[in-house]
DNA sequence: AGAAAAGGT
């Protein structure tokens, strides 16, 4: 073990960081006390020097010391950064492990990792037996593992036990964040003492438009606005680049064409993706782009031209260019929200907080003094902007989450110190999920079942499908799919209308090939036609699949495959036997996953969820079933997405006695409860009528009831149709603008 | 008759 200092030329570097002077008194604070909370905005150094502080200081006697990184690049590259400092080969003394990817070793006493791999670790070993610190890195981001570990780090500590056993001196922890809320950390983590470090960045001047005001939530004027001050930014302000931050890509690309078409200019490059005009170069970035065209944005511009990149919020923490001297701010950012009301989850546009857009506006003042226009107002920024983004724990499904701290002896989960406790009802409806899945039981026990579903990093309503196909001998069907459902979106749909119509044929002919009108089957003869293949990149790019996604779906299910094969030598897995064809094994396994998500044709072309809610719903139109007129009655659906309507996506074909069984057990479970549950024969028509009569219960809602009653005067008044009637105003005024 | 933000096990 060595606790010798070494000296590197990096290091003289490092002495000239501003946390360097802060050495001695971070080492003592962190010896004195059991938590200890860092603060300092980047560029501290907080990140890459703490860690090795400690580690000279002798703080790897008794074990590791592990940092916690909310995404991979980040833990990966710092890692790397850090082994260069302390000149050591990466993976020895300094290492890091994320998924797919662990370079550590015996030797490994610095270990970075994301937060996800850290919480995987403590379902092993509770206690963290071999680390000697941990310290979270960007708390402030508060992401949903990092919240967690927050609450399991906290509650280590009031069982004694845990953590003292087999150490010969007890855990350390440090949480480091920028400087926001550190009274609330310092407050949950026993009122602990907080370390503030200044950091290194230059100021920003920030300025409020008056194109975006308290009434324009809904509207879509602010895409036009970022492009007319982008404009302005340019031919008034000096030498520096634009960051501009937008919602997603069909806004960026519209952005990038409309300060194109409004700089007047003639376009000598026929890449769209690389235009320069006027002495601009307009780049657009977002996450889907390729890879090798976001690394252009890095790089400088030519000599007196500016470089203008449009950016989703990829920009405001995952990604850092440099030489960003301007902001333009569109105050808005897409964001995933569950919905409790309707039980589902919805991507909407919403206001940013005030500190995203402190966060966004820093942005520009990394290696110079710069400049943030916003384009709401000042009152936009009083009244719709709250002070923090809710987090994530707060807005989305807690099914894994409650299925996980469960696992780790949590019983009570309404009372687990959380930092922002969610609502309850959000807890209670992840519990009441977790029982219909037999994944726990009536007194809300974690069941055999439950252990053997929480060693799988996917949504549960997957893992159960995908243990349920393992029983059965059918795991090579369901674990392609269960990795293509877990990976990003591989088709492409390009944004030019004749690419637009090869990609959609080409997609077709893919679902036609299976001949059973089944998206899951798609998703699965794509993965097979694609692994078969000799040349799968050019067989990607002939379909319109995305090459990259599909790769990472590759790597997923080979880890699934591993992992249930291990489950199934280590434990007495549950076997059952089945006769019938391969399609109907294949569907059956599927409901057993998806009960929640069962709609069943109501008039035309419309159908009713099944899950308590009875909403209206349509089949999207990529689905292969979108044409499909009769003898399709019952439908299980992978997800939901809110537009001009509210459209299932990935769908396939049930028989209802299929989900009989499973159908009462939802609407009858008591969730303060979890008590006993009556299954009784249900026919087809007592279901829909008690579906009915259950949806008239809540008027305000899409309803069953309601849509029959006013199917012809196509009613809209619900939380759904809410957004529904935002979308088609957004729509209008982008054609108003389009006209214009 | 029509479409997807960013992460992560």
């Known amino acids: 073990?060595?606790?010798?200092?070494?000296?590197?030329?990096?290091?003289?570097?490092?002495?000239?960081?501003?946390?360097?002077?802060?050495?001695?008194?971070?080492?003592?604070?962190?010896?004195?006390?059991?938590?200890?909370?860092?603060?300092?905005?980047?560029?501290?150094?907080?990140?890459?020097?703490?860690?090795?502080?400690?580690?000279?200081?002798g703080f790897c006697k008794d074990g590791r010391i592990g940092i916690t990184q909310p995404r991979r690049v980040a833990a990966i590259t710092v890692a790397q950064r850090v082994a260069q400092e302390m000149q050591c080969t990466l993976g020895k003394e300094v290492g890091y492990q994320v998924r797919f990817d662990d370079c550590t070793s015996q030797d490994t006493q610095v270990k970075y990792m994301t937060d996800g791999c850290l919480l995987r670790e403590i379902l092993a070993d509770p206690g963290l037996s071999q680390y000697s610190v941990i310290i979270l890195d960007e708390v402030h981001e508060r992401s949903l593992n990092t919240d967690i570990l927050m609450g399991l780090l906290k509650k280590i500590f009031s069982d004694p036990d845990k953590a003292t056993k087999g150490r010969s001196f007890p855990l350390k922890v440090v949480v480091m964040s920028a400087t926001l809320e550190t009274e609330k950390l310092s407050a949950f983590l026993s009122d602990c003492p907080v370390f503030a470090i200044p950091g290194r960045a230059f100021p920003v001047t920030c300025t409020f438009g008056s194109a975006v005001g308290p009434k324009d939530i809904e509207s879509t004027a602010y895409v036009k606005e970022v492009v007319k001050v982008a404009l302005d930014v340019h031919t008034s302000e000096m030498a520096g680049d634009i960051l501009v931050f937008l919602t997603g890509q069909s806004e960026i690309e519209r952005a990038c064409d409309l300060l194109f078409e409004k700089a007047e200019c003639i376009d000598y490059r026929y890449d769209v993706h690389d235009r320069t005009v006027e002495g601009l170069l307009i780049l657009p970035l977002y996450g889907s782009m390729p890879t090798d065209q976001q690394r252009q944005i890095f790089q400088p511009p030519p000599k007196g031209i500016r470089k203008c990149v449009v950016a989703t919020n990829i920009a405001a923490t995952s990604l850092t260019i440099n030489g960003i001297k301007y902001i333009v701010d569109s105050g808005f950012v897409k964001q995933l929200n569950h919905n409790s009301r309707v039980g589902m989850d919805v991507l909407e546009v919403v206001p940013i907080s005030k500190s995203e857009a402190q966060q966004r506006a820093g942005r520009a003042g990394r290696t110079s003094p710069g400049k943030c226009f916003r384009i709401f107002s000042k009152d936009f920024w009083e009244t719709c902007m709250p002070e923090y983004t809710v987090p994530e724990i707060q807005r989305t499904s807690l099914t894994a989450v409650v299925l996980t701290l469960k696992c780790l002896g949590v019983h009570d989960v309404v009372r687990f110190p959380y930092l922002d406790r969610p609502e309850e009802r959000f807890i209670l409806e992840a519990l009441k999920q977790l029982y219909q899945f037999d994944a726990i039981d009536r007194r809300g026990t974690v069941t055999d079942l439950g252990k053997l579903m929480v060693e799988f990093p996917l949504h549960p309503g997957l893992t159960r499908a995908v243990l349920r196909a393992a029983s059965v001998g059918c795991e090579d069907l369901l674990l392609p799919v269960a990795a293509m459902l877990s990976v990003e979106n591989i088709f492409i749909r390009p944004g030019h209308p004749e690419k637009q119509k090869q990609a959609d044929q080409r997609h077709r002919a893919l679902a036609a090939k299976t001949g059973s009108m089944n998206d899951f089957a798609t998703l699965l003869s794509v993965f097979q036609l694609c692994k078969s293949s000799d040349r799968p990149s050019a067989w990607c790019k002939d379909n319109w699949i995305h090459w990259r996604a599909l790769k990472s779906a590759f790597s997923v299910e080979t880890q699934l495959r591993e992992i249930l094969l291990r489950l199934q030598q280590k434990r007495d897995f549950p076997a059952e036997t089945f006769d019938g064809n391969k399609s109907e094994l294949f569907r059956r396994c599927l409901c057993t996953g998806y009960f929640n998500n069962v709609a069943r044709r109501s008039v035309g072309k419309v159908f009713c969820t099944m899950d308590g809610h009875g909403s209206m719903v349509h089949i999207h139109p990529s689905s292969s079933l979108f044409d499909q007129e009769a003898e399709l009655n019952w439908v299980i659906f992978h997800d939901v997405l809110v537009t001009s309507r509210v459209y299932i996506r990935t769908v396939c074909p049930i028989r209802y006695e299929w989900v009989k069984d499973l159908l009462p057990k939802l609407h009858e479970v008591d969730v303060y409860e979890l008590s006993s549950v009556a299954r009784e024969e249900v026919t087809e028509e007592e279901m829909v009528k008690w579906e009915m009569k259950e949806a008239a219960k809540r008027p305000s809602e899409v309803s069953a009831a309601d849509a029959m009653k006013k199917m012809e005067k196509r009613s809209t008044d619900s939380s759904v149709s809410d957004a529904r009637a935002r979308y088609l105003q957004r729509k209008q005024q982008r054609q108003q603008s389009k006209a214009l």
């Open 1 to 57: 073990m060595s606790g010798t200092s070494r000296r590197s030329p990096k290091e003289t570097e490092s002495k000239h960081l501003p946390i360097y002077r802060h050495r001695d008194k971070l080492v003592q604070a962190v010896k004195s006390s059991t938590f200890l909370v860092v603060t300092g905005e980047t560029g501290s150094g907080k990140t890459t020097q703490l860690p090795q502080y400690l580690h000279e200081a």
